[in-house]
C-alpha cells in the first residue's frame, strides 16, 4: 500500500483519510517536516487556503513541501489544496502565498460568494463508472492553464469554460470535495498515481 499522507494543519483531514484507507492507501497525518520526509504521495485538504498558507509556513512545512514538490511527490489538492497547488492565484487574500506546482490560475470563491455551496453530477476524465457527484463549497475554479495540464472536467459558467479538475503529471486538483460523498473513485485514481499498490 502506498504511504499517503495528508496535510494535517486545517480543513477537512479526517474524511480524506478515511477514503484514502478505503482506496488501498496507508493514510497519515503530516504537521512535521520529519511526517512529510516518511510519505510517498500528499493531500491536501480543503479548509481556508489563507490559513493553510499561514500555517505551513509557522510549521516550517513550506520549504519541504515546495522541494517535495518539484521533486516529483504525487500530489491532490482539494478545493483550498487546488489553490495551493496553484502556480498563480486571482482574489487572493492580500500577502497569500501558494506552494505552486501546478500551471494554473485559479480563482478563489468563484462561484460567487452569494452561492456559498452547489453541488452537480460531472463526467471525469480517468475515472470510470458514471458521473461524479460534485459538491463544491466556496470553491475555486481554473481560469488559465498551460499546455502540459490535462482538464479532467470543467463547468461552464457565463459561456466560459471552467476547469474543475486537472491533472499536470503528478499532480492533480480537484474545485470540489470527493471526500464528502462516499464515492471514493477520485481517490482510487489518485492513489493510482500515487504507485504501486
Ligand atoms: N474558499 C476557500 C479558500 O479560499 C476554499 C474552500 C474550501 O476548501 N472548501 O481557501
Given at each position: 500500500?502506498?504511504?499517503?499522507?495528508?496535510?494535517?494543519?486545517?480543513?477537512?483531514?479526517?474524511?480524506?483519510?478515511?477514503?484514502?484507507?478505503?482506496?488501498?492507501?496507508?493514510?497519515?497525518?503530516?504537521?512535521?517536516?520529519?511526517?512529510?520526509?516518511?510519505?510517498?504521495?500528499?493531500?491536501?485538504?480543503?479548509?481556508?487556503?489563507?490559513?493553510?498558507?499561514?500555517?505551513?509556513?509557522?510549521?516550517?512545512?513550506?520549504?519541504?513541501?515546495?522541494?517535495?514538490i518539484?521533486?516529483?511527490?504525487?500530489?491532490?489538492?482539494?478545493?483550498?489544496?487546488?489553490?495551493?497547488l496553484a502556480d498563480r492565484?486571482?482574489?487572493?487574500?492580500?500577502?497569500?502565498?501558494t506552494?505552486g506546482g501546478l500551471d494554473i490560475t485559479v480563482?478563489?470563491?468563484?462561484?460567487?460568494?452569494?452561492?456559498?455551496?452547489?453541488?452537480?453530477?460531472?463526467?471525469?476524465?480517468?475515472?470510470?463508472?458514471?458521473?461524479?457527484?460534485?459538491?463544491?463549497?466556496?470553491?475555486?475554479?481554473v481560469?488559465e492553464w498551460g499546455d502540459g495540464v490535462e482538464v479532467?472536467?470543467?463547468?461552464?459558467?457565463?459561456?466560459?469554460?471552467?476547469p474543475?479538475?486537472v491533472r499536470q503529471g503528478?499532480l492533480?486538483a480537484?474545485?470540489?470535495?470527493?471526500?464528502?460523498?462516499?464515492?471514493?473513485?477520485?481517490?482510487?485514481?489518485?492513489?493510482?498515481?500515487?504507485?504501486?499498490?
Amino acid at each position: 500500500r502506498p504511504r499517503i499522507g495528508v496535510l494535517a494543519v486545517q480543513g477537512d483531514v479526517r474524511e480524506h483519510r478515511a477514503a484514502l484507507e478505503s482506496s488501498g492507501a496507508t493514510a497519515t497525518p503530516v504537521r512535521r517536516p520529519e511526517e512529510l520526509a516518511e510519505v510517498d504521495a500528499l493531500v491536501i485538504p480543503g479548509g481556508e487556503s489563507t490559513t493553510i498558507d499561514k500555517l505551513t509556513r509557522t510549521f516550517g512545512l513550506r520549504d519541504p513541501l515546495r522541494s517535495r514538490i518539484a521533486d516529483g511527490m504525487p500530489v491532490y489538492g482539494s478545493c483550498a489544496g487546488m489553490i495551493l497547488l496553484a502556480d498563480r492565484i486571482l482574489d487572493g487574500h492580500r500577502d497569500q502565498q501558494t506552494l505552486g506546482g501546478l500551471d494554473i490560475t485559479v480563482r478563489r470563491n468563484a462561484f460567487g460568494r452569494q452561492v456559498d455551496s452547489h453541488e452537480c453530477d460531472l463526467e471525469v476524465r480517468g475515472v470510470e463508472g458514471g458521473p461524479v457527484r460534485a459538491v463544491f463549497i466556496r470553491a475555486p475554479w481554473v481560469e488559465e492553464w498551460g499546455d502540459g495540464v490535462e482538464v479532467l472536467a470543467a463547468v461552464g459558467a457565463k459561456g466560459e469554460t471552467r476547469p474543475v479538475v486537472v491533472r499536470q503529471g503528478p499532480l492533480l486538483a480537484t474545485s470540489f470535495h470527493p471526500e464528502v460523498t462516499g464515492d471514493h473513485r477520485v481517490h482510487r485514481l489518485f492513489v493510482a498515481m500515487a504507485g504501486p499498490a
